[in-house]
């Protein structure tokens, strides 16, 4: 999955990429199987939880 932000507008002045949002985007880029869990105090991203599961073969 790739995810990036529009190139003309700097992260600074987005108001979507904020740092949490940014941490959810690498986050998705290198999680293979997984949960992300997304806390929300009044329409602002306050906390990010990523449990990584690992599955191996037999």
Do not use: Y
């Amino acid at each position: 999955m790739k995810i990036s932000r529009p190139a003309d507008v700097p992260t600074s002045e987005h108001p979507l990429l904020n740092d949490g949002v940014q941490h959810v985007i690498e986050v998705l880029q290198r999680l293979r199987f997984g949960v992300i869990q997304l806390t929300v105090h009044d329409g602002k991203l306050m906390q990010v939880d990523v449990t990584e599961r690992r599955r191996f073969g037999n």
